[in-house]
Nanobody, 124 residues
Framework: QVQLVESGGGLVQAGGSLRLSCAAS????????MGWFRQVPGKEREFVAA????????YYADSVKGRFTISRDNAKNAVYVEMKSLKPEDTAVYYC?????????????????WGQGTQVTVAS
């Protein structure tokens, strides 16, 4: 079982940066592929970025490619997303998720464990 807790959200001006963290409990964290998703009220949750257990593979949504960077530190049981050049349309609740049985994936159904989310608000 893995428990995930996101942090690092907040209010930032357009063009600014934020770094979200996701702390994971459990001894098997290093075996999980990890993903970040986001959701705006009234809209479906969407994929942001994913990383394989070894950090050898990363995927990004086209909307964040070149601006966001996902990384992980298995020694610290943590996964991060560095967000730069933020836009108002990046405003959302950001969730991290863990996938034990597959690799890095953009599919929400592939992830077994989810955090509670952290709010990111980008002001114009």
């Amino acid at each position: 079982q893995v428990q995930l807790v996101e942090s690092g959200g907040g209010l930032v001006q357009a063009g600014g940066s934020l770094r979200l963290s996701c702390a994971a409990s459990g001894r098997t964290f290093s075996r999980y592929a990890m993903g970040w998703f986001r959701q705006v009220p009234g809209k479906e949750r969407e994929f942001v970025a994913a990383i394989s257990w070894s950090s050898g593979t990363t995927y990004y949504a086209d909307s964040v490619k070149g601006r966001f960077t996902i990384s992980r530190d298995n020694a610290k049981n943590a996964v991060y997303v560095e967000m730069k050049s933020l836009k108002p349309e990046d405003t959302a609740v950001y969730y991290c998720a863990a996938n034990l049985y597959g690799g890095a994936s953009a599919r929400q159904d592939d992830y077994e464990h989810w955090g509670q989310g952290t709010q990111v608000t980008v002001a114009s």
